[in-house]
């Protein structure tokens, strides 16, 4: 069974997108440690965090507007944007990112080689790249999900929308006969924001609450120039 | 038995003023082989006047190199498919620049195995040959055919001004 | 190797103090121009010289080079045990010294085959002493330059799944990625460079294969390689036509190399690296520091083993003009990429400037400032004619070309779209072991080269000669060159 006869029975049904009220986030940084856990994310310690090597796939961007003191924080969670046209797909010698019908922006783990190449042509900055290898402190290993690898040193990773939750709420509706519903699947991040700003779901059926909340008119892409059709909508009001 | 004479020059004239006396002798072309440690100009001593036919070699190479960078670019993308999201197959862009790589270096492996065939190569059995040509020194092969030939030619290079003459003797 | 008493004494090559002695009688002097063309004997010691006789100073700085590739073969070692966190690479600067240093290697192999096979379809009379050096240059910088990917990769022990290999995981190469037509490219012009090298060696195998001395450890390997080269007239007939052949298509294949390593930058949607200009700048750049690297290696080889009647002043001097059309044409796209995107005032582009004029700003006019002085002193014919001046500019331009493929990589990268991944690099102590090493590595495999095949295209220098002759012109006497075709 080659892949494309697998994908040709799931093709179009989802497209996975996720919606962030930016006028919600209080940038508390749950949904990093939320993230953190769920995808068995290193954690690097304070040395490699100043060196910028830390591997959150998932981080609260802090910017300032104004001068001291009239200063206001903004904040931005920031992840793989899921582009649709993605730039560091094509330019993977090996295949290890490439895009998958439901819209989503693959990794595999095992076949990437670490050229970095996807790294240098993401805008965004949301590829991180193993420089070491990995350990978990006992009892820390007890903690890591059965459901995602642990990846070796020397590969590139990035969000995944979560993907094992994904795979799972699936088996479930196929279990069922029937389509996944709406809400069913919730990416830890998005579990996890106390004041609800993510929301997650398939932008494909037209009723579900991301289509809703991407209709909003405070809808907007990060660096739309770049033309990449992003799959993480923002939405930015007013004060 | 054939024999060879070889008759070593120290100046090309020399080597040029004895390919006429033998001619008259009915040494045929093929007879006669020029060695030398450079290159001179055809007819300097000997005419060949042989058009390589090298560009068979550069062309069956190129189209070989051809087929190997479409099957590459091309054909694999096919065998080896994976779904990449709605995106062609196989994109023409890389398809271009990959054949275009592998012709160039199907030409150039075409034109070394050119070089093979025309030039002999490779031949590492003992053929008639003296040293003296890396000394910038000419040398003129003779094939003869009996001893009478042999006192014939050796005369004529003598009386060419020849520094040296040598017989090697091959059984055939 | 068997020393010198245990050869006999007619197959004893002269001592060095000797040809020289005749060098000096014959009325040369070394650096001194001269029409006085060698004998055919004093032309074959003097170019084989370098491969039969070692002097100590010779093991010595091999010794010294190999030390240095060993060190920098165990900085690699650590590097694969630890993981590439050794360098000093981060979220989000990918690429640094090392991809530097391939670009500068590819460049730098560049003008070795570029040059020769201008030269050569050209017919121009001087290239003759200057082909092997270049040539083996393009086959060694070449070997180095494609050391660094490897270095580069995270996972080394997975570099495979890059080649096209048939597996039975149905995995296969993205053919859409730049890197993989850098594979190509790369394999391509290597494997060209190594014909095109091997060829022009060959008759000049066989001619160090009758020189050599038949007790030394030389002579097997030579009798081999020579392939039973005869030298016949019909042989040669073949010999020019596969050479000619071999500078078209070879002139084809080294620009599209160096624009497909540009592709691996351009193609991508980073600021300041999208640009349509990169393929013929980055072809100009190669070129540039490949001549400079050719004039360098040129007058280390003449200072070394005494070459000075071999690779004349004229040679430099005519390589120099070379050298001061391809400083200016590198200006000129310098200025261009700069002016347009000064111009367009992109702001992400424009941030990087400032970026670059700020933080690396020391390296940025350091590099230009090299560049504008080697222009302004090549312009002066007395530059031109020093070898010891031109060896300084050699150098100088090489440091200038590698400080503006450092700018190229990773300021952009450093200080790219999103503001808050903004960051600083400096190379890691083990990255610049490495670079050093790759250094050392080329010296190494050169020196080495040296040893074991005759470095100076002697048949090529022989035919020169013989199409050649002396004329009287009013008082004087001018040297004239023939060719066969007009």
Redesign the interface.
């Known amino acids: 069974m080659?892949?494309k006869s697998f994908n040709d029975k799931h093709d179009n049904d989802y497209h996975w997108a996720m919606v962030i009220d930016l006028d919600c986030c209080d940038g508390c940084g749950a949904c990093t440690i939320a993230c953190q856990a769920e995808n068995n994310v290193p954690t690097v310690g304070e040395e490699?965090a100043y060196?910028?090597?830390?591997m959150s796939w998932l981080r609260i961007?802090?910017?300032f507007e104004g001068e001291w003191p009239n200063l206001r924080v903004v904040f931005?969670p920031?992840l793989c944007q899921q582009c649709d046209k993605a730039?560091c797909e094509?330019?993977?010698?090996?295949?290890a990112t490439y895009h998958n019908p439901e819209g989503l922006n693959v990794m595999v783990y095992n076949?990437?080689?670490?050229?970095?190449?996807c790294?240098?042509?993401?805008?965004?900055?949301v590829?991180?790249?193993?420089?070491?290898?990995n350990r978990w402190e006992e009892p820390l290993e007890q903690q890591l999900n059965p459901d995602i690898s642990v990846r070796?040193?020397?590969?590139?990773e990035k969000c995944t929308f979560c993907m094992q939750r994904i795979r799972r709420g699936k088996d479930h509706a196929k279990d069922e006969g029937r389509e996944v519903r709406d809400g069913e699947i919730i990416p830890a991040c998005a579990q996890t924001c106390p004041t609800k700003a993510i929301t997650f779901g398939n932008i494909r059926d037209s009723k579900s609450k991301v289509a809703e909340l991407a209709k909003s008119k405070r809808r907007h892409h990060l660096?739309e120039e770049?033309g990449l059709e992003t799959h993480v909508i923002y939405l930015k009001g007013g004060e | 038995m054939s024999r060879h004479v070889i008759g070593i020059f120290e100046k090309?004239e020399n080597a040029a003023s004895a390919v006429r006396p033998l001619e008259r002798e009915s040494f045929k072309k093929e007879d006669m082989?020029?060695?030398?440690?450079?290159?001179?100009?055809?007819g300097?001593?000997?005419e060949?006047d042989?058009d390589?036919p090298?560009w068979k070699f550069?062309v069956v190479g190129g189209l070989l190199g051809l087929m190997v960078g479409v099957f590459?670019?091309g054909a694999?993308?096919w065998w080896?498919n994976?779904d990449v999201g709605g995106k062609p197959m196989?994109?023409l862009p890389?398809?271009g620049?990959?054949c275009?790589?592998?012709t160039?270096?199907g030409?150039?492996?075409g034109?070394?195995a050119?070089?093979f065939w025309?030039?002999?190569?490779?031949?590492?059995?003992d053929?008639p040959?003296d040293?003296e040509?890396?000394?910038?020194?000419i040398a003129l092969l003779v094939t003869c055919s009996d001893e009478r030939q042999t006192e014939l030619v050796r005369k004529i290079m003598v009386e060419s001004g020849a520094q040296k003459v040598t017989l090697t003797e091959e059984e055939s | 190797m068997s020393s010198r008493e245990d050869i006999p004494a007619d197959e004893r090559l002269p001592a060095v103090e000797t040809v020289r002695g005749q060098a000096l009688d014959a009325g040369i002097q070394a650096g001194k121009e001269s029409d006085f063309s060698i004998s055919?004997?004093r032309?074959?010691d003097i170019s084989l010289r370098p491969m039969f006789y070692t002097t100590k100073t010779y093991y010595v700085l091999t010794i010294i080079l190999a030390l240095i590739v060993a060190w920098g073969a165990a900085c690699w070692g650590y590097q694969i045990v630890?993981?590439?966190?050794v360098t000093d690479?981060?979220?989000?600067v990918?690429?640094g010294l090392y991809i530097s240093a391939f670009v500068f290697w590819v460049g730098v192999s560049h003008s070795g085959t570029m040059v020769s096979s201008i030269l050569r379809l050209s017919k121009a009379n001087w290239r003759r002493p200057i082909l092997r050096g270049a040539e083996a240059m393009t086959v060694f910088s070449l070997l180095v330059a494609g050391l660094f990917?490897v270095i580069?990769?995270?996972?080394?022990w997975?570099?495979y799944?890059?080649f096209?290999l048939p597996n039975q995981r149905?995995?296969?190469?993205?053919?859409?990625?730049?890197?993989?037509?850098d594979?190509?490219?790369i394999?391509?012009y290597l494997?060209?460079a190594f014909?095109?090298l091997f060829?022009g060696l060959l008759?000049d195998i066989?001619?160090a294969r009758?020189?050599c001395p038949a007790k030394n450890w030389r002579k097997g390997y030579l009798?081999?390689l020579a392939?039973?080269?005869?030298?016949?007239?019909?042989?040669?007939?073949?010999?020019?036509?596969?050479s000619l052949?071999?500078a078209i298509?070879?002139l084809?294949?080294a620009p599209?190399v160096h624009t497909?390593v540009s592709w691996?930058f351009a193609?991508?949607?980073?600021p300041n690296w999208h640009t349509s200009i990169f393929g013929p700048y980055f072809v100009v750049g190669a070129i540039y520091s490949g001549i400079a690297g050719v004039i360098t290696l040129m007058v280390t080889l003449r200072w070394i083993f005494n070459l000075d009647e071999i690779i004349r002043v004229t040679h430099l001097t005519n390589l120099s003009k070379v050298l001061l059309l391809m400083s200016i044409m590198w200006g000129y796209f310098y200025f261009t990429e700069f002016i347009t995107s000064w111009y367009g005032n992109n702001p992400t582009e424009t941030a990087i400037w400032r970026w670059q004029t700020d933080r690396f700003g020391p390296m940025l006019f350091t590099m230009l400032g090299i560049n504008i002085f080697s222009i302004a002193a090549l312009a002066f014919d007395s530059v031109r004619k020093s070898p010891g001046k031109l060896f300084v500019i050699g150098i100088l331009v090489n440091v200038a070309m590698f400080i503006e493929r450092y700018l190229i990589v990773v300021p952009v990268?450093t200080h790219?779209?999103?503001?808050?991944?903004w960051?600083d690099y400096i190379p890691s102590f083990v990255e610049s072991s490495i670079a050093v090493a790759a250094m050392a590595w080329f010296l190494l495999l050169y020196a080495l080269f040296v040893k074991i095949l005759p470095i100076v295209t002697v048949?090529?220098i022989?035919?020169g000669n013989?199409?050649s002759c002396d004329m009287a012109f009013g008082n004087r006497h001018i040297r004239v060159h023939g060719d066969?075709e007009e």
């Open positions: 080659t892949l490699r060196d910028k090597r830390t961007e802090r910017y931005l920031m730039p094509p330019v993977c010698p090996v295949f076949r990437c080689i670490g050229t970095r190449f790294g240098n042509n993401c805008p965004f900055g590829r991180k790249f193993n420089w070491f290898k070796e040193k020397g590969v590139m660096l770049h | 090309i082989e020029l060695l030398t440690g450079c290159q001179y100009p055809d300097a001593v000997i060949e042989w390589v090298l550069a590459l670019a694999t993308q080896m994976l196989a994109a890389p398809l620049v990959i275009y790589e592998t160039l270096l030409v150039i492996l034109s070394l050119g070089l025309f030039a002999g190569l490779p031949d590492w059995t053929l040959y040293a040509i890396s000394r910038g020194k | 055919e004997d032309l074959n630890m993981g590439m966190g690479l981060r979220h989000p990918f690429w990917p580069h990769v995270g996972r080394l997975r570099i799944y890059m096209p149905e995995l296969w190469v993205n053919f859409r990625s730049p890197l993989a037509w594979m190509a490219a394999f391509v494997t060209s014909i095109f060829v008759p066989a001619l009758d020189y009798k081999f392939l039973g080269w005869r030298g016949s007239h019909r042989q040669w007939i073949v010999y020019e036509k596969v052949y071999l298509f070879i084809m294949i599209s497909i691996d193609m991508s949607i980073t990268l790219r779209d999103n503001p808050f991944t960051t048949s090529d022989r035919e013989a199409l066969a």
